[in-house]
């Protein structure tokens, strides 16, 4: 077999093209989207959860921690809009929403915490910290359930 | 006395000027993710480099030439430019990610926005590389990277179970939530940033810079040989703090930020000072050494009066190739590309790009004509021999690994 120029660039521009997303038709590769989403929101719930500590603690500058935090808010924000678009191969399916409430949540909980942080705010900054814990607990049952879904772990 | 100054010196300098953009990124990702089962990797890579850095130093001190200029040399012109297109072409790609680190370090100081900063180390980079002296450059930000010292100090303070982390570090495996493309796909990513290539092009025209001969090759040992490993240490710090902080918390590193928060939780705010000061030095002397390196190369292949040792309007091409990278770098980071992103890529093409720079330097320093009685010894032949295989292994590796775990995800 001889290889050409225009055969290589039809290879090439194949290739291309199949690493194009593509609406998720595949139930299982759905899943692993989700489960991803929601890990990743806990890793950004975790920073915020470790950095607003450090805050309450005074072990950390408050233009360090607004830094990390601001950062974290903005890359938590892409996943979930990420997230959000991509379709789900059924419609009927609660998983979309539970990952859309509980990320939003996240997100709801980080800014939060920026704001208190920025303002200085010790009472604000505890509650925000209260309820980051709360969502990350939230996190960890979702992702035990996409992980499991029949729920037979442990049994 | 002066004697042992000078080597103290040289081998601090040689630890705090060790680490750059690309290991505190990859040590902190991998360390979070991996924990320590890829410290090998880091022995692998801090033995790899002290191999051709001290090959590469006898050949300046005894040749009195830097390695582009006997690349042409002895590879011929084609081939040589080839090897200049790879080598400079991953260099800028470095030079690119240490000004974005030094950005994100003043921003993490600062909490002003890291792009805003970019236009400013560009300028201050370009100044430090157009009026500083080489031996002062090279003394201040080695001596200010020793800051990174911090990470060890914070990984004692932790008071983590030592024997388990020995244990991790002795007996490698894939983690259960990664699979074994990732796994080596980081592993390439570790020994790129270990032996990145412009580590020898500026050690090698730095021997020039500092006019060594024959007989400065023991104090260019005891700087590579004691220096860089210990320099090593910093980089094992990194990842085993962030393994015990970030990791155990299932937070994956995706910012300079984050991989300062182990040093927050074990020390503080002290702590913190020390990591930005590091932070800072580090990138800085890089974006500075990335910077001589592309202006390095260019002007050793072609020819052209190079160095920081001449006024710089008797080398006028290489301070023009100079600003040209870094209004270059600076362009393309206010594209608005993302400094993190950039280093994890400069570190995967790094990798690719090794043997372009490391099969001339083993050429070159087994040739008698260069050499004398100073050529290759059977030792240094085995191990750059062994290493030539490795990085062809991951050079060939790294491009399809990239592609297969979508960069590492």
């Known amino acids: 077999m001889r290889w050409t120029a225009p055969g290589v660039g039809a290879i090439a521009l194949a290739l291309l093209l199949c690493s194009c997303a593509a609406p998720r038709d595949d139930p299982e590769a759905y899943l692993g989207d989700s489960l991803s989403t929601v890990e990743t929101v806990a890793s950004y719930v975790a920073t915020a959860q470790l950095t607003a500590s450090a805050v309450r603690d005074g072990r950390v500058f408050v233009p360090s921690a607004n830094v990390v935090l601001s950062e974290t808010m903005q890359s938590l924000s892409d996943t979930v809009s990420t997230y959000g678009l991509v379709e789900p191969p059924d419609e009927r399916s609660p998983m979309r929403a539970q990952v859309l409430d509980v990320s939003r949540r996240a997100e709801d909980s980080v800014f939060s915490t920026l704001t208190a942080v920025r303002r200085g705010d010790t009472a604000a900054l505890d509650a925000s910290i209260d309820r980051l814990t709360a969502v990350d607990a939230d996190l960890s049952s979702l992702a035990t359930r996409l992980e499991d879904p029949s729920g037979r772990r442990g049994e | ?409």
């Open chain 2, 1 to 409: 006395m002066k004697k042992m100054f000078a080597l103290a010196l040289g081998i601090l300098t040689a630890i705090g000027g060790f680490v750059d953009i690309g290991d505190l990124v990859t040590n902190a990702v991998v360390g979070s993710r991996f924990g320590l089962s890829l410290a090998w990797v880091v022995v692998l890579g801090v033995v790899g480099i002290c191999v051709f850095a001290e090959m590469s130093g006898r050949v300046a001190a005894v040749s009195g030439r830097a390695t582009f200029s006997l690349v042409r040399q002895r590879l011929g012109p084609r081939l040589g430019f080839v090897n200049l297109c790879g080598s400079v072409a991953v260099t800028a790609l470095t030079y690119i990610a240490e000004i974005g680190g030094v950005a994100l370090a003043l921003e993490l100081a600062s909490s002003i926005n890291a792009y805003l900063w970019i236009p400013v180390v560009g300028l201050l980079v370009w100044i430090v590389l157009w009026r500083v002296k080489f031996d002062i450059m090279e003394n201040v930000f080695g001596l200010a990277g020793l800051a990174l010292v911090v990470f060890g100090v914070s990984l004692w303070a932790l008071k983590p179970d030592f024997a388990s982390l020995a244990t991790q570090a002795l007996h490698p495996s894939v983690p259960a939530t990664e699979g074994t493309p990732t796994y080596l796909y980081y592993a390439v990513a570790l020994f790129g940033a270990a032996m990145t290539p412009y580590e020898v092009f500026f050690f090698s025209s730095g021997g020039i810079e500092e006019k060594w001969t024959a007989k400065d090759i023991p104090v260019m040992r005891s700087n590579v040989f004691v220096g860089f490993p210990l320099g090593g240490l910093i980089s094992l710090a990194i990842a085993a703090t962030s393994m015990l902080v970030l990791g155990s918390s299932g937070i994956d590193v995706e910012s300079l930020g984050q991989v300062a928060l182990p040093v927050v939780v074990a020390l503080g705010k002290v702590g913190l000072i020390f990591a930005l000061v590091g932070f800072f030095a580090a990138t800085f002397g890089a974006a500075c050494e990335t910077g001589l390196s592309v202006g390095y190369s260019i002007s050793q292949y072609f020819g052209w009066q190079w160095g920081k040792f001449v006024a710089p309007r008797r080398a006028a091409r290489f301070h023009v190739v100079m600003l040209i990278a870094t209004i270059m770098a600076v362009g393309v980071l206010l594209t608005t590309a993302d400094p993190i992103k950039v280093t994890e890529y400069s570190v995967v093409f790094s990798a690719v790009a090794l043997p372009l720079t490391y099969l001339p330097i083993l050429v070159v320093a087994n040739d008698t004509r260069y050499m004398g009685a100073h050529v290759n010894g059977r030792l240094a032949n085995v191990l750059g021999s062994f290493y030539l295989v490795v990085i062809l292994i991951a050079s060939l590796a790294a491009i399809p690994l990239m592609v297969l775990t979508k960069a590492g995800q």
